[in-house]
């Protein structure tokens, strides 16, 4: 069989496999077309794709997407420098996990997004804001998988580790980190969508650059062919995270097996 | 070393709070850091002439239906997808490609289809609330023990014994840790879009309370925002504790 037939074969199964994928697209394009409702609203895949081949040319939607991911990111690495730091702390000192474990535990559920409004007066309407909030909603999940993680680590590769003489930087990041890495990088892997999703929605509450900022004012603007071709940018980006981190994992903790995004 | 009272979990909030309290009453805080004794009367007084209540019951009502009809068609189709090859071939695909899209950016699309009322709220938070509660399902009833259902099929059961006494049970506790990212996810979102197009609502009144750059009102709302969402969760985690009782004997839960 020649290479063009092989690769015509598994496009083919790939389209079968996908099978939904393009029914629902078709669907959506026949919704568009069929007249019953305003195509300003529901604009064609074709009229999306224009907008978003013009706006990519443009500059615009990478412009706007290169500030939401730098906003998300910094926001996520804060977090991920002090949640784990917190975590080992609290996993090593019984006292400090006395003193700080229940405002973890009792704040998780706590809607922080609620905070926003507060946090424009205190670090204002620009990156600021968001890159603090992005921070407290990522603190929580990544903090808890620290300290459950290295809480967890075998008692007795400590003991080992010690008797070694090793010091106690070498004892955490040689065998508590990687001790606690699997743990962790479930708290890294639910803080990261969460980065976005706060970014995205800082931007929507008030913002004048970001994605989000980008689709609240096309929408305003009554171009909403315009807003989708930007949520399609937004929708790689968290497609391309996703499997970024699901790489990563693989590679870092590549002796756990895959589990589902959520366990 | 002895183990640290209970207690002890207390002092780092109750010592933010006096001096939070302190500074305040001395005009050394900022503006829109009033004193919590401020905060809490005027909790009090909204309390008392049913305005508070009346914003909160909007937002709790908006929240909690749609969380339902998400959770519902969530679980449902998660429970089909993970048991039956057909269903699981039709979502699959277009689940796992649109799971890790953050749809909450569709938000102002969402307005313009529905309008600014009811409607678009909770249909953007029950699409919100649908994907992990179907992940959860799906994988849960995925993992079911194939051993127990060969089991009963020899005892000769059927389809939905299977289903109702096997499939079930074993998805149920993985069910309820996508119900509780979905419960959160539904504050969070029924807050922002509020914030952005209502005229009552919890969300409102800090958008409200914003323009008026009365600070205290602002925390009155923050604070019933974090109140609900707490009691929310853990009055999910005690239904939770019901449904699986026997289920988590060996975990650490059930101590």
């Not at chain 1, 195509?39 to 907008?51: D, K, T």
């Not at chain 1, 990156?127 to 929580?140: I, M, N, P, R």
């Not at chain 1, 315009?226 to 968290?238: D, E, N």
């Not at chain 2, 183990?3 to 302190?22: D, F, K, N, S, Y």
Request: hydrophobic letters at 55%.
């Amino acid at each position: 069989m020649s290479t063009a037939a092989r690769a015509a074969r598994a496009a083919g199964r790939g389209l079968v496999a996908n099978y939904s994928v393009f029914v629902a697209l078709v669907a959506y394009e026949l919704i568009s077309r069929s007249g019953l409702v305003s195509p300003r609203l529901i604009p064609s895949l074709v009229v999306i794709a224009e907008q978003l081949w013009r706006y990519t040319l443009n500059g615009d939607l990478p412009y706007h997407a290169g500030i939401s991911l730098y906003r998300a990111f910094a926001g996520f690495l804060l977090a991920a420098v002090v949640g784990v730091a917190f975590g080992a702390a609290m996993a090593r000192s019984r006292w400090v996990e006395a003193l700080f474990e229940p405002i973890f535990s009792f704040g998780y559920p706590i809607p922080k997004i609620s905070l926003y409004p507060i946090f424009i007066f205190v670090f204002g309407l620009g990156t600021g804001s968001k890159v603090a909030l992005v921070f407290l909603e990522c603190l929580y999940p990544i903090a808890i998988h620290a300290a459950a993680g290295m809480r967890a680590t075998d008692r007795v590769l400590i003991w080992a580790a010690e008797n070694m003489g090793a010091s106690r930087t070498q004892l955490f990041f040689r065998v508590m980190v990687p001790a606690a890495l699997p743990t962790l990088f479930t708290g890294l892997r639910i803080a990261l969508p969460v980065a976005l999703i706060v970014t995205l929605l800082t931007e929507i509450i008030g913002e004048s650059r970001g994605l989000g900022y980008f689709i609240t004012f096309a929408s305003a603007s009554f171009e909403y062919a315009r807003a989708m071709a930007a949520f399609v940018i937004v929708a790689v980006i968290g497609f391309a995270l996703d499997r970024g981190v699901v790489a990563l994992r693989r590679r870092i903790v590549f002796w756990q097996k895959d589990t589902p995004p959520i366990a | 070393m002895a183990r640290p009272p209970r207690w002890t979990g207390a002092i780092v909030p109750l010592l933010l709070l006096a001096l939070w309290e302190l500074s305040a009453r001395r005009g050394a805080a900022p503006e829109y850091l009033p004193a919590p004794s401020v905060i809490l009367a005027q909790m009090g007084a909204m309390l008392a002439s049913g305005e508070l209540l009346l914003h909160a019951a909007v937002s709790v009502y908006r929240a909690l239906s749609a969380f339902a009809i998400g959770a519902l068609c969530g679980a449902a189709v998660g429970l089909a997808a993970g048991t039956l090859g057909a269903v699981e071939r039709f979502y699959e695909p277009i689940i796992s490609l649109t799971y890790p899209v953050p749809k909450v950016a569709a938000l102002p699309i969402v307005f313009a289809w529905f309008g600014l009322g009811d409607i678009s709220k909770i249909v953007i938070i029950t699409i919100s609330v649908f994907y992990p509660v179907y992940i959860a399902a799906f994988f849960g009833a995925k993992a079911t023990s194939r051993v127990h259902i060969w089991a009963a099929r020899n005892m000769g059961a059927g389809g939905w014994q299977i289903f109702r006494r096997i499939v079930m049970p074993s998805a149920l506790p993985q069910l309820f840790n996508g119900l509780r990212v979905g419960l959160a996810l539904s504050f969070i979102v029924m807050f922002v879009a509020e914030l952005i197009a209502a005229q009552r609502g919890l969300g409102y009144l800090i958008a409200f309370a914003e323009e008026q750059t009365r600070f205290d009102i602002m925390y009155v709302a923050i604070a019933t925002i974090g109140i609900i969402g707490f009691g929310a969760d853990r009055l999910l985690l005690a239904v939770r504790r019901r449904a699986l009782k026997g289920q988590l004997l060996a975990t650490a839960e059930a101590r």
